[in-house]
């Protein structure tokens, strides 16, 4: 099992949403948060003072999944995310251990 976390720009989240949902993926966590990369944030102006944005809002999506859908999910999320323009954002994945789903008990991945 994977755990795929995209980050991505918000106005994007529902285009990932879809096209993770047209592959047949049901669970995703969604998170709102702030960070920049190469984006380095950027300046504004509120009432005559500028001011400097370092941390840009973006959306973290975490997807667990068996190892077989893994390529069928980061093109998926690359493919819907992208706009060509700096800050799209980026993909990680990374090992799950153990899957446990509390209500019912059942382990590994029947409790995807």
Known sequence: MKKIEAI???FKLDEVKDAL???GIQGITVSEVKGFGRQK???ELYRGAEYV???LPKVKMEIIVSDNLVPKVIEA?????KTGRIGDGKIFVTEVLEVVRIR??????SAI
């Not at 019912?104 to 991945?109: I, L």
């Open 21 to 23: 949902n047209e592959i």
């Open 104 to 109: 019912t008990g059942e382990r590994g991945e």
């Open 77 to 81: 999320i690359e493919k819907s995310a």
């Open 41 to 43: 944030g950027h300046t």
């Open 8 to 10: 991505v720009k918000p």
């Open 53 to 55: 944005v370092d941390f």
